[in-house]
């Protein structure tokens, strides 16, 4: 069969960019390494900035950026009182972390050179935070302000004004489908709010039963589905972003923080030290593997073109009766899991 250019191109790009269909293809992940880049205090979210081989781990009153090929510090950046999370606007050359002590902030930095450009007044518990290139909007959430707040990332920390969307709730973490529409776990309320980010209006609000307590998120935009991360009970939950309807419900291990996708596979890291990973096959979602991490490894970055994941943890001490484990001083590490 002959097959004129343009069809020729049609073919090309149904091969190559066609959403993934019902089965996803196996993976198996393991422990790649483990890097010990040093640094005090705890950690939270892990930003991955893959075409520059470097990640960022919020470590409370400062932000590491950390080298995914060696393990090398890159630099350290202070002045956080209790940092949360890390958003990445390279076209700007700007970096946005989140600080959720005192009455709120957001830092501005230089991705080049690390230096602070100013920091931008917000609301208590700033957490969670993200860019939607869709909507050119860095979204971040406030725990204690029960809000989601965006704001274009040319923003000058002076001036610049920061929208807020009351949520009805306390929310987590969140997604953007890139078409609009951010879908924030509400985490005392078992639900997912769903807010128009054209209008600033929430749309809805959508039950994570038989899930519980959501906190991890991650997003297939293709195939409209959010992957949500449960605590109580431990589940991973399989959302329609379109109707809300449940699609399956999968169980993952103790103290979820993060959740992950790529290529038809989701991910939830667990503090009991596990990574869970799930896909699709014969039309139905199932855990296709449980990784052995570490213990407190509970959140993650997952670099979709070398297909690692970076979790970061430290050796846990006991805590006292009723009290969580906590982190030996100088024992801060990032275990590296890869499938290849």
Request: hydrophobic residues 40%; glycine residues 12%.
């Amino acid at each position: 069969m002959r097959l004129n250019r343009f069809a020729l191109f049609a073919l090309f790009v149904t091969l190559n960019f066609a959403p993934i269909q019902a089965q996803s293809r196996a993976q198996s992940w393991h422990l790649a390494t483990t890097f010990h880049p040093g640094g005090e205090g705890g950690w939270d979210y892990v930003t991955v900035d893959a075409p520059h081989h470097r990640l960022f781990v919020t470590r409370a009153t400062h932000t590491q950026a950390i080298d995914t090929r060696t393990g090398e510090l890159l630099a350290d950046i202070p002045g956080q009182v209790r940092a949360h999370g890390v958003a990445l606007v390279p076209k700007l050359n700007r970096g946005f972390i989140t600080d959720g002590g005192g009455s709120g902030a957001i830092l501005i930095f230089d991705l080049t050179t690390y230096k602070v450009l100013g920091s931008i007044q917000t609301m208590p518990d700033s957490d969670g935070i993200i860019y939607d290139p869709g909507t050119d909007l860095v979204i971040a959430v406030s725990g204690d302000g029960n809000s989601l707040m965006t704001f274009h990332p040319n923003i000058d920390p002076v001036s610049g004004k920061v929208t807020t969307i009351a949520l009805d709730g306390a929310p987590e973490f969140l997604a953007a489908d890139g078409s609009g529409k951010a879908y924030v776990n509400l985490e005392n309320k078992d639900l997912v709010a769903v807010v128009d980010l054209h209008t600033n209006k929430v749309l809805a609000r959508w039950p994570v039963a038989p899930g519980g307590h959501p906190v991890g998120m991650a997003i297939d935009p293709s195939a409209h589905r959010i992957f949500i991360g449960c605590r109580k009970p431990q589940k991973m939950i399989v959302m329609n972003t379109e109707t809300g309807k449940i699609e399956a419900a999968l169980p993952i291990g103790m103290g979820n923080d993060a959740a992950g996708f790529d290529r038809g596979h989701a991910f939830a890291s667990c503090g009991d030290g596990t990574l869970t990973v799930i896909g699709k096959k014969g039309g139905n979602f199932e855990v296709e593997q449980t990784v052995k991490t570490a213990l407190g490894a509970r959140t993650m970055g997952l670099d979709r073109t070398t297909q690692q994941i970076f979790l970061p943890t430290a050796e846990m001490l006991p805590g006292a009766p009723g009290q969580r484990p906590h982190p030996k001083p100088g024992t801060f590490e990032m275990v590296v899991l890869s499938s290849k």
